[in-house]
């Protein structure tokens, strides 16, 4: 049975559970929750060189829809414009990939998915 959490501290736990998994995948987690232009980055990783922007999407429950589903148009162009930021502020970054990884449930008992190249 999974603990239920107020909103803003299940998409904490989230986040968490997602950096855990990310790094047992052998991402290298350079950041997490960066304010860059007017988007946050929940998660930014490194993976053979290449720089990861992950967004975490967490539900408690999957009752009035999946996680995923909440990946806005708004959500993408936001990042996209975080991304762009983050290129002109290091040049030496070539490339920008974005992950999805979406949680429904919570402590105790959730499931994961992970989306490489996600959008």
């Known amino acids: ?11 904490q736990w989230g986040e968490d ?10 991402y290298d987690i350079v950041g997490r929750r960066i304010l860059i232009g007017k988007g946050e980055i929940d998660i930014l990783a490194d993976v053979a060189g290449i720089c990861v922007i992950v967004e975490v999407k967490t539900l408690a429950s999957d009752r009035y829809g999946n996680p995923e589903d ?9 990042l996209s414009n975080a991304a762009e930021n983050l290129l002109l502020e290091s040049p ?7 992950d999805l990884v979406t949680i429904i449930g919570g402590p105790g008992k959730y499931r994961l998915k992970h989306w490489e190249k996600a959008f």
């Open 92 to 98: 030496h970054l070539e490339t920008v990939q974005f």
């Open 17 to 26: 559970i997602a950096a855990r998994y990310l790094k047992r995948c052998g």
């Open 70 to 78: 909440k990946l806005t148009l708004h959500k993408i162009e936001t």
């Open 1 to 11: 049975m999974s603990t239920q959490l107020a909103p803003k501290a299940l998409g």
